[in-house]
């Protein structure tokens, strides 16, 4: 268990006063001592004397992937080697990698903030938490890792793969808690189910911590059922260091610890703050990192923020649960579709299974969308128009929610990819 009570439950304009401070002698080291940020400011006319009040960080410029990517591999940090104690290398889809380097600080800070988090899913020295995200360049597995043994819980440092053995372990060493992406989670339950074990009565799992990709409230509900353990979003990216926020245990929105980190969420567009609950970009500063800084950085997620005090007593905001990302928007015939909507329509049907795939391809000069997606295994029987039913059904919900035509392929259940680390669920042909 890790609380602080003064830090946690402290009141927002206090939380506010010494979200300020820490970003002033941010912004004033930055001034001096980075040439990258120096330059930014220069060209933003703004100096750090002009940061006044907390919600003047409106003035700073912001930090973009690219400024990492352009900056490769660390012309961005400020500490020298010597300083260093660890890289973290995120593989980019286009282009060069990220890398993020850590002082023992940063991890100090980062594992401080899981171990806070994990607290706050009601996990303590009593459990026994299987680390199922990648170990390695990947910030997964060795960040929950950290966070998990900060709280005294006794870890199992399963990584990737090998899933088979994975469940054996599971049993065996009587895991109460499994952090890995949710379609991974989905992968190793039916893999068990295969073995004959039922992760809901032959095991001890009772919490899963489960992102590294969007996943919807629709699917939470899912796998919650199914597996019979309480499923809390985590959140983080490599240039924040890491996963490094949960839910709590109210299930009502991912606590961002604001002594570690100022939140804003901005248009994507014109970059101005969207009013409270609102959703838009996710931007963060964070307030103490050392050798790698980022300042009114860009994520890219789209979430919303909420100020109220949650029901678990901890006054740091709240994001909602991610809807997807800037850039995976995809644009069919100029209507603007996010994968997650897909995934919510999809998980509101009884009749279909966990597993889907959108294919995006051009026909005759037109965008087309279709959508696979795994029956359950009682729908598949051999009644043709049972499945035809189906079929029109799953066509007509997902035109209504997305507002475009969308041509649905029913597959048997177990026929689409299965992923161990983050899902690939969408193919788009017309990049191909
Ligand atoms: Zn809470």
Known sequence: MYWDSKIETMEREELERLQYRLLKTLVYRLYSFSAFYHRRMEEAKVHPDDVKTLSDVTKLPFMFKRDLRDNY????????????????VSSGTTGKPTVVGYTANDL????????????????????VIQVSYGYGLFTGGLGLHYGAERIGATVIPTSVGGTERQIELMQDLGATAICCTPSYLLHMGEAAEKMGVSIKKD?????????????????????????????????????????????CTEQNGIHIWGDFAYTEIVDPKTGEHVGDGEKGELTMTILKKEALPIVRYRIGDITGMEHEVCACGRTHPRITRITGRVDDMLIIRGINVFPSQIEHTLMGIPEVGQHFQIVVDRKHELDALLVRVEVKPEAFSDKITDLMKIKEMVAHRLGAALTVNVDVELAEPGSLPRFEGKAKRVIDRRKM
């Open 73 to 88: 591999p660390d012309k961005l940090f400020m500490a020298t080697q010597e300083d260093l104690v660890r890289y973290h």
């Open 108 to 127: 100090e800070e980062w594992t401080v903030s899981l171990a806070r988090a994990l607290t706050s899913c009601g996990l303590g020295t009593k459990d």
């Open 203 to 247: 095991t001890k799992l009772k919490v899963g911590i489960l992102g590294a990709e969007p996943w919807t409230a629709e699917m939470r509900t899912r796998i919650q059922d199914w597996l019979g353990i309480k499923a809390y979003d985590i959140y983080g990216t490599s240039e924040l260091s890491g996963p490094l926020f949960t839910e």
